[in-house]
């Protein structure tokens, strides 16, 4: 489904005057905002393909009613929140979960919502119907050499696909690991792991990259294989340039220091990208910016000062990707939610007065650091997020539109009340 432009149009001339205010007001605050709006305009956020449905936890699923069935209507769906914020410029794939069978077809649909695909994503955490050899006691560590052959093939063909639909990165995720004390042999299983991902590493393009991503726990809940930044970035430095580390925000320990890792990960040319959430507890896969903001927004003050001391592109070197799940909001509604999250905590570090904060910090004013980062923080920015929007053809209040077009119900209209999507 997409929205004709004349209708985003008419809604933000209806909306124009309260926030050309709010722009106004804001503008003559902080002063000149371009650089700022331009650089958000830029910034592009990848959407996942099994994050467009109902998700759920092993205590049930709840149905929303019109989700995608299909990889076009996940296509579709994703075209349509890049219609209404215009940062969600790309869609990550799942494989199996969502495998083209027409790789042109996908493609040409894909740019006709103006989407690329971003990094794939292969699953040796789940045994599919017909597999030979089970991955329930792992895949890329395991103790049988044919099982890791088996999940070293399957990520290969990924990367085959990935090149088929023009997506420049692999994610590897690793479920591997033990639930008991004395079941696995740590330093068997990093070594499995390593000369596995070497394999893999040796069939990436030139151009590729390949994100390692950590997570302390689950489904292994006594050690994983992949546990941390530690690990990730061993496995990383011991492959080679083309292999990066990955943040899922909801992979730490509770009270990790998420911020300080990226900042030391950015410092060692090994962070590869991030999968945006919140959780208060565990991986919870909640909205980004809906339990800590400040956290988001500390993410981002240490991403834009480690680029900018790199000279890298805010919007091109790193892989910028969600990863949720979504037990009670609708989908749609929670990723555009998400985005707007995100573009806030990056345009909030944008505003941090970088100068004055080294000037504190070099007189250990800690009490005067904290006020200038805290300016920034609580300065609203939304009207800057909206002005980027409407100069990128954008809806200035996307979510409102997408209500008040009643765009769930026509989904339900057309695909049914009960359709499912692949997925979490
Ligand atoms: C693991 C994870 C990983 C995906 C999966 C859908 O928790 O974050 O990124 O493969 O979720
Ligand atoms: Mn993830």
């Not at 905002?33 to 109902?54: D, H, N, R, V, Y």
């Not at 002005?387 to 979510?399: D, I, K, T, V």
Request: aromatic share 8%.
């Amino acid at each position: 489904m997409s929205i004709d432009k004349n209708i985003i149009a008419s809604e933000n001339e209806s909306l124009h005057q309260q926030h050309t205010k709010k722009l106004d007001f804001l503008q003559s605050e902080i002063g000149n905002t371009q650089a700022i709006i331009e650089k958000i305009a830029a910034f592009q956020i990848g959407i996942p393909s099994w994050a467009l449905g109902a998700g759920g936890t092993r205590f049930g699923r709840f149905s929303f009613g019109g989700a995608p069935r299909n990889i076009e209507e996940k296509i579709a769906d994703v075209g349509l929140l890049h219609q209404l914020n215009r940062n969600s410029g790309s869609i990550s794939l799942h494989i199996p979960w969502d495998i083209p069978n027409d790789y042109d077809k996908i493609k040409a649909l894909a740019a006709e919502h103006q989407l690329k695909f971003d990094a794939v994503n292969s699953n040796t955490f789940q045994d599919q119907p017909g597999q030979a050899l089970s991955y329930k006691f792992g895949s890329l560590q395991h103790v049988d050499v044919a099982v890791r052959k088996q999940a070293i093939d399957h990520n290969i063909d990924v990367i085959k696909q990935g090149i088929a639909l023009g997506s420049k990165a692999l994610t590897v995720w690793l479920a591997d690991g033990s639930c008991f004390p004395g079941q696995l042999n740590f330093r068997k299983a990093y070594q499995n792991t390593l000369d596995s991902l070497q394999q893999i590493y040796e069939a990436l393009p030139d151009d590729w990259k390949v994100f390692i991503e950590y997570k302390a726990y689950e489904p292994n809940f006594y050690s994983t294989t992949v546990a941390d930044w530690g690990q990730s970035l061993s496995y990383a430095n011991k492959l080679g340039d083309k292999a990066y580390t990955l943040v899922d925000l909801g992979h730490h320990l509770p009270n990790a220091n998420i911020e300080q890792i990226v900042s030391l990960l950015l410092m060692e040319r090994k962070l590869g990208g991030f999968h945006f959430n919140d959780s208060k507890y565990g991986d919870d896969d909640l909205t980004a910016g809906s339990i800590k903001p400040y956290q988001l927004f500390l993410i981002f003050k240490e991403l834009v000062e480690g680029m900018d001391a790199r000279g890298m592109n805010h919007a091109t070197d790193l892989g910028w990707m969600i990863d949720a799940s979504h037990n009670v909001k609708d989908p749609l509604e929670d990723l555009l939610q998400s985005v707007e999250a995100i573009m806030l905590a990056y345009a909030q570090a944008l505003l941090v007065d970088k100068k004055a904060l080294d000037d504190a910090q070099q007189l250990n004013d800690t009490a005067k650091c904290q006020e200038i980062l805290q300016a920034a923080f609580r300065t609203d920015l939304r009207p800057l997020v909206a002005e980027a929007r409407l100069r990128s053809g954008g809806a200035l209040n996307p979510l409102e539109l997408y209500r008040k077009l009643n765009i769930r119900k026509k989904l339900i209209k057309e695909r049914g009340a009960d359709s499912v999507a692949t997925g979490l």
